[in-house]
T-cell receptor, first 115, second 111 residues
Framework: DTEVTQTPKHLVMGMTNKKSLKCEQH?????MYWYKQKAKKPPELMFV???????INESVPSRFSPECPNSSLLNLHLHALQPEDSALYLC??????????????FGEGSRLTVL | TQLLEQSPQFLSIQEGENLTVYCNSS?????LQWYRQEPGEGPVLLVT?????EVKKLKRLTFQFGDARKDSSLHITAAQPGDTGLYLC???????????FGTGTRLKVLA
């Protein structure tokens, strides 16, 4: 199984809503990532978890709250978002930080629209 | 922080033409990856280059890693409409372990 599965594929939410994005991988990878991608731009790193611990937070606003319940799951909790947060949110995994050739495996993304 | 600059940013060519995309950095990377991304989907890994001067071929795509491991190129021979997409180089910052992407090259191949 070489897939990274993200749900939901599409999400529309109001600025007062609370929602979550979910990501799952069963490749035994120990590093998991959240990226944000605006239209026609490259992905921007948000968070990195290594061995279920938050290793990197790229100064992301607190309205985005990541969670790694176990080595296979990664969540991104959303609260009080702004319209400019609308984007494609990508989850990825890799065998480990600094342990491999650096290849990331991506999910198909969750398209978020904030009204 | 290591940066990866890609050129050109946009490229629109006719089917059958050849093209080269460049990925440049002032820093050394232990490896570089190339991805292709289609609209609304996640990036898909094409290749990893590890050794300075390395050349890898994937059908009509040829990837090269610079001798100093600071740059890489992607050459497509006889481009086809199915090659259309966003091409991204990427690598792991050896100091911070941040996995960063290049600025991207948007390719459109016209039939």
């Amino acid at each position: 199984d070489t897939e990274v599965t993200q749900t939901p594929k599409h999400l529309v939410m109001g600025m007062t809503n609370k929602k979550s994005l979910k990501c799952e991988q069963h490749m035994g990878h120990r590093a998991m990532y959240w990226y944000k991608q605006k239209a026609k731009k490259p992905p921007e790193l948000m968070f990195v978890y290594s061995y279920e611990k938050l290793s990197i937070n790229e100064s992301v606003p607190s309205r985005f709250s990541p969670e790694c319940p176990n080595s296979s799951l990664l969540n991104l909790h959303l609260h009080a978002l702004q319209p400019e947060d609308s984007a494609l949110y990508l989850c990825a995994s890799s065998p480990g930080l600094g342990e491999n050739t650096g290849e990331l495996f991506f999910g198909e993304g969750s398209r978020l629209t904030v009204l | 922080t290591q940066l990866l600059e890609q050129s050109p940013q946009f490229l629109s060519i006719q089917e059958g033409e050849n093209l080269t995309v460049y990925c440049n950095s002032s820093s050394v990377f232990s490896s570089l990856q190339w991805y292709r991304q289609e609209p609304g989907e996640g990036p898909v890994l094409l290749v990893t280059v590890v050794t300075g001067g390395e050349v890898k071929k994937l059908k009509r795509l040829t990837f090269q890693f610079g001798d100093a491991r600071k740059d890489s190129s992607l050459h497509i021979t006889a481009a086809q409409p199915g090659d259309t997409g966003l091409y991204l180089c990427a690598g792991e910052d050896s100091g911070t372990y941040k996995y960063i992407f290049g600025t991207g090259t948007r390719l459109k191949v016209l039939a």
